[in-house]
């Protein structure tokens, strides 16, 4: 049973372009949740989707967007990107009805230069 | 009211020693408290998780401590192996937001 999968693994970018990032979520896991890791500090919250719908957001600006596919994968879009948007974006996901629950995937690693 | 303070920021233990890691939150809405456990270049694979309606789970070697009164949880990690050495995050959230808020992690080392 493959777990959370998430790609690219490793992303280089220049200031002001822009991201996308996508996560396959485990088998039978409908929901799932974005984070950003910076080095050294715990993930912090993006969004989750449940549904195909946006159903939480943390503190995080509208360069930073998201879609939920119908079958449950997602991606998660930055805009105009900042050098202070390097981080390891996390993905994860959680069972039908125990969103609390949550399993990560590797993460992608996104360098801004 | 929404933060979870950890400590130690950084842990060392020696091999067959208990490893001990402490969170406090301050938002008793809160009622789920899972531990994670994180390598370098890997995503966070959870560990443990409880529940505010017992005050203490244990999963083979590692054991989760609440005092709800207290506000605080831990992680006891019994007979440290080298294999456990990594980043270990706690994190809470709450029923109808389940977004997870994390600690800011601790970097545990077992030496030989």
């Known amino acids: 049973d493959a777990g959370v999968t998430q790609s690219p693994t490793h992303l280089i970018k220049t200031r002001g372009q822009q991201v996308t990032l996508r996560c396959s979520p485990k088998?039978?896991?409908?929901?799932v949740s974005w984070y950003q890791q910076a080095l050294g500090q715990g993930p912090q919250f993006i969004f989750q989707y449940y549904e195909e719908e946006e159903r939480q957001r943390g503190n995080f600006p509208d360069r930073f967007s998201g879609h939920q596919f119908p079958n449950y994968s997602s991606e998660l879009n930055v805009n105009a990107l900042l050098l202070g948007d390097s981080a390891l974006y996390l993905c994860a996901s959680s069972p039908t009805g125990l969103a609390y629950e949550q399993y990560f995937g590797p993460g992608t690693r996104l360098t801004v230069t | 009211q929404q933060q979870v303070k950890q400590s130690p920021q950084s842990l060392i233990v020696q091999k067959g020693g208990i490893s001990i890691i402490n969170c406090a939150y301050e938002?008793?809405?809160?009622?789920?408290f899972p531990w994670y456990q994180q390598f370098p270049g890997k995503g966070p694979a959870l560990l443990i998780a409880i529940r505010p309606d017992v005050s203490e789970k244990k999963e083979g070697r590692f054991t989760i401590s609440f005092n709800k009164s207290a506000k605080q949880f831990s992680l006891h990690i019994m007979d440290s192996q080298p294999g456990d050495s990594a980043t270990y995050f706690c994190a809470a959230s709450f029923i109808g937001n389940e977004k997870l808020t994390f600690g800011t992690g601790t970097r545990l080392t077992i030496i030989p």
């Open positions: 938002n008793t809405a809160f009622d789920y």
């Open positions: 088998s039978g896991h409908d929901t």
